[in-house]
């Protein structure tokens, strides 16, 4: 594992500003060598990923480690379980969060609502689905940004344009959940 964090900092020009442990594989050697790394300069921040709301319990011991300083997470209007504790605990350490998964594997993206049912999100800069689920996400004040995986670099401006002010209030909110979670 030593010999594969070198070699991605080779490829990083010696310097990566977020190093994370995916998926919390072998954290506790992990986290050893990352600090090394950010005690020397090479790394700016230290982060933790989990996707399994089983694995959660243990993410948080690592939050609550003070060895990190940010969590990825996923987090969309039907992976909500990180509410209970992770956003939570998050807050209470002033770790960052970066939502995974905002369209819920795509499948929030197989059935997009009418145009015109977005257009109470139309003072809000949204225009499309995609945007609406974005910007949910990141209507928390919790999460710091969204990572949406998307196969048309032409989507990369329209995403990114969700990531602007002004934010969901909790009708808005309200209003992306019922249009994500309906038969």
Not at 61 to 90: F, H, K, T
Not at 118 to 145: E, I, M, Y
Request: proline residues 9%.
């Amino acid at each position: 594992a030593e010999r594969q964090i070198e070699r991605s900092l080779g490829h990083a020009g010696g310097h990566v500003e977020l190093y994370q442990v995916h998926n919390l594989l072998g954290w506790p050697a992990r986290l050893d060598q990352l600090e090394r790394l950010r005690d020397q300069g090479r790394v700016d921040v230290i982060g933790a990923t989990h996707y399994d709301p089983a694995a959660y319990e243990e993410l948080m011991r690592v939050m609550r480690s003070g060895r990190i300083g940010l969590v990825q997470v996923p987090y969309n209007p039907v992976e909500r379980e990180v509410e209970r504790a992770v956003l939570p605990l998050a807050e209470e350490l002033g770790l960052g969060v970066i939502l995974m998964r905002p369209f819920g594997r795509g499948t929030l993206l197989r059935r997009w609502p009418d145009p015109t049912e977005l257009d109470p999100l139309k003072a809000f800069n949204v225009t499309t689905w995609p945007q609406a689920l974005l910007k949910w996400g990141l209507s928390d004040p919790r999460c710091t940004v969204s990572i949406p995986a998307t196969s048309r670099p032409g989507r990369m401006t329209e995403n990114a344009a969700a990531g602007e002010p002004p934010w969901f209030g909790p009708d808005e909110r309200d209003l992306v959940t019922r249009m994500a979670t309906r038969s």
